[in-house]
């Protein structure tokens, strides 16, 4: 059997599943993997389940001829974490595990969209201070979401799900920046430029990848040509953000609210963030679901099997 190191805990379904294919190795941490894990690991064993935080760099690879390790299958959409040239130069396949996280990343947009919208997370911290005076009809007035315009930074399967949660649940308009044209089967409307976007919306979501081409891609530029009655939220990556400017932003009532699901140093959140009222802030709980972790794990587990049968894995990214 092939020997296979799987590098967090997983749900019991997988844990079974894993077994009965592989010869295990559990790594019962959820810590990131250490730069000497990491090498010590590419030894080791034929093939790996790394995920978000496991930074497997061309330094960690460059220390490799071709490493016993054949194959890195990702437990995650995102491979920001992996550096794909150098994986491909040192022999080693990456896959992913698109589509399993889509509904739920979509459902965890729209709940910070609300939260923002309406001050629920303002108001639950209220509820719980033992200071609510009771209900007045002034009382943390927030804004509409149903027949608003919401900008989508990003139209892939994700951006998608949460275009059409918008537009049939709530009646928004839907506006899209992408950079490729998109074509969609519901009405929505791609503009040309970030800056576009960010001007004619009332909400801003991320949903783009992460990477070098998207890192702070939402700067002080596009804070500036929000509405100051507009809301951004990001469930994409943390890099993606510019957080020193989005504190700024959210300081000086540039903008309405914001809701984050990810962050720039994440788990390290900026004790200006936090301080703020008018930011909803989760601990990255975009696919935390037990069905989805199922379903992540167990096409991370189909990429595995496939490559060790000599099949190209159904989500390789560098084969």
Known sequence: ????????PMPPAVKERAEALFDVTWRESN???????????MVLYDGMMPTLGDNFSKKV???????RCKILANFGVGINHINLDAARTHGVTVTNTPGAVTDATADIAMTLLLMSARRAGEGERLARSGTWEGWHPTQMLGSHVTGKTVGIIGMGRIGQAIARRCHFGFAMEVLFFNRSERQVDFPVRQVGSLRELAEACDFLVAATPG?????HLVSSDVFAAMKPSAHFVNISRGEVVDEAALIT???AGAISGAGLDVYEHEPQIPAGLRALDNAVLLPHLGTNTEEV????GMMALDNLDAFFRGETPPNALNA
Do not use: H, Q, W, Y
């Open 1 to 8: 059997m092939k020997k296979v190191l799987i590098c967090r």
């Open 31 to 41: 810590a990131p993997m250490t730069e000497a894990e990491m090498r010590s690991s």
């Open 61 to 67: 690879f460059d220390e490799f001829g071709r490493p």
């Open 211 to 215: 990477g070098a081409d998207t890192t």
């Open 249 to 251: 932003a959210l300081e």
């Open 293 to 296: 972790r199922t379903k992540m």
